[in-house]
């Protein structure tokens, strides 16, 4: 159990354009959803905090209308990178935690490229 | 002083050699406590709970002291597939925003 999907695993796109990225859980229901980014040899960042219907909560230094979240449901939520930038190409990873017991299970990861 | 702080490595260590790392935390509140197991270019996948009482999975041994704020991991008899980044996770009480540490880098060499 306890499995994550991430939709698309790579994406290449224009600067300018928008991209979204989806994540789902497939075998629970997740009542808090994480997205994070990774870019290479570096840790992973925390970008936002998402609870089921609720608005997300960003962390410091993270653009919320730039980076859209959006938790229609218990087991999806999605991030819209608007506007992309090369500067925004990484690695978009979403996690997702059961209620209660604090483990978290990640997407396979989002590999996004801006040119 | 960061939240969570681990020793990046990376860790050098021949095949059936046994290899621990540690991990502090600087905030006392911390409730949660988990190891992860990174590999190139994918996402993290859980590798053990840390439980007050410590924890043994096969190989892999998971100890808490929460006196001196740190979590270790212990790997015995390790194998070439060890070879990984292993992040340290802590959860504060009564938040579920996790704070990763930045991970432990692991070579297992033949």
């Known amino acids: 159990g306890a499995v994550v999907s991430q939709h698309p695993s790579w994406v290449i796109c224009k600067s300018g354009t928008s991209v979204k990225i989806e994540c789902r859980s497939l075998?629970?229901?997740?009542?808090?959803m994480f997205w994070y980014r990774q870019f290479p040899k570096q840790s992973l960042m925390l970008m936002a905090t998402?609870?089921?219907?609720?608005?997300?909560?960003?962390e410091q230094g993270v653009e919320k209308d730039k980076f859209l979240i959006n938790h229609a449901s218990l087991t999806l939520s999605t991030l819209t990178v608007t506007s992309a930038h090369p500067e925004d190409s990484s690695f978009y990873i979403c996690s997702a935690s059961r209620s209660g017991n604090g483990e978290q299970y990640f997407g396979p990861g989002t590999r996004l490229t801006v040119t | 002083r960061k939240e969570v702080e681990q020793d990046p490595g990376p860790f050098n260590v021949p095949e059936g050699a046994t290899v621990a790392f540690n991990c502090t935390y600087s905030n006392s509140a911390s409730q949660s406590f988990f190891w992860y197991r990174q590999d190139c270019r994918k996402e993290p996948k859980l590798l053990m709970s840390?439980?007050?009482s410590g924890n043994e999975d096969g190989r892999f041994t998971a100890q808490l002291n929460r006196a001196s704020q740190y979590i270790s991991l212990l790997i015995r008899d390790s194998k070439l597939s060890d070879s990984a980044t292993y992040l340290c996770?802590?959860?504060?009480?009564?938040?579920?925003?996790?704070?990763f540490g930045r991970g432990t880098s692991l070579i297992v060499h033949p």
């Open positions: 840390v439980y007050s």
């Open positions: 996770v802590v959860r504060r009480g009564g938040s579920y925003i996790p704070t």
């Open positions: 998402s609870n089921e219907g609720s608005k997300a909560t960003y």
């Open positions: 075998d629970f229901q997740a009542t808090t």
